[in-house]
């Protein structure tokens, strides 16, 4: 019922920044205000762990604050992920996640983003 598609992964150097974003689509009866939008991430051999919620609340897992912000624009139905000073420890796909009470929650393809130098 909900499409997402992941961009912006890249190799970066440590200290380095990026932009993830994520465009939803394909639900015409649900309004994307009203999706609670997250980022997750995984590293193979390791669970999904989420990185940044953008619903009632904004939240960052302990590891990105101050360095993550989730942004989101609902007029265009993107939500976005803005990464400052990446570190290795943040190589992982990063997957953007929409729920909603009544879909469900759907997961995008997810985009790479590997720091290293």
């Known amino acids: 019922q909900v499409q997402l598609m992941e961009s912006g992964g890249d190799l970066v150097q440590p200290g380095g920044s990026l932009r993830l974003s994520c465009a939803a689509s394909g639900s015409s009866g649900v309004t994307f205000s009203s999706l609670a939008m997250t980022w997750h991430r995984q590293v193979p051999g390791k669970e999904r762990e989420l990185v940044a919620a953008?619903?009632?609340?904004?939240r960052y897992a302990d590891s990105v604050k101050g360095r993550f912000t989730i942004s989101r624009d609902n007029t265009k139905n993107m939500v976005f992920l803005y990464m400052n000073n990446l570190e290795p420890e943040d190589t992982a796909k990063y997957y953007c996640?929409?729920?909603?009470?009544?879909?469900?929650?759907?997961w995008g393809q997810g985009t790479q983003v590997t720091v290293s130098s």
């Open positions: 996640r929409a729920c909603g009470a009544a879909i469900g929650c759907y």
């Open positions: 953008a619903d009632i609340l904004t």
